[in-house]
């Protein structure tokens, strides 16, 4: 019997309104992209192994090598106002990236008449999997940008992580 190394989820949350206020001159060219500061993101980090927190306090993951790092990028729009889509990660040295799309995923629908009985709708969505091979610190970068309800282009912005991976999963 095999046993699969540990799965790791990370989400990064970004501040797109706020971002977008801070930043005086929006980059609009996506071959010069804006340095995406870490104020205006935090990173949700699944950990099952400690009691820590999920909340990371730095742009810096820590798995055990072998293991595998999901992660997913989402805007803080409540409303809809502004989109975030990432694309182009690379990382130094190379790690294995690619791209993992869902298809048909079912999401509840709460209905404030009959908050029992939800409804459903089907989405498309994307994440990132990361494949952590062997020991060493990585330095991971996104590129993301930032986009109307229509998907116009707003901004481009560079996210940058630091991924350390130690040792291997038991």
Request: with cysteine; proline share 9%; charged share 20%.
């Amino acid at each position: 019997m095999t046993t699969e190394n540990p799965v790791h989820h990370a989400l990064i949350i970004v501040d797109t309104q706020g971002l977008l206020t801070a930043v005086e001159r929006l980059p609009s060219d996506p071959a010069s992209p804006a340095e995406l500061d870490p104020r205006h993101f935090c990173i949700l980090h699944s950990r099952p192994a400690t009691g820590e927190t999920l909340l990371l306090d730095t742009p810096e993951l820590v798995v055990a090598a072998g293991d595998t790092l999901l992660l997913h990028t989402v805007p803080v729009a409540l409303l809809g106002e502004e989109m975030l889509f990432s694309h182009s990660p690379v990382s130094e040295p190379l790690l294995d990236i690619e791209l993992a799309e869902q298809h048909n995923l079912r999401l509840a629908l709460p209905d404030a008449a009959a908050p029992l009985q939800p409804a459903s709708r089907q989405v498309d969505t994307y994440h990132w999997r990361i494949h952590c091979d062997q020991p060493g610190e990585f330095k991971l970068a996104w590129q993301v940008m930032v986009l109307a309800q229509g998907c116009e282009p707003l901004a481009h912005f560079t996210l940058r992580l630091a991924l350390r991976t130690n040792g291997h999963s038991q």
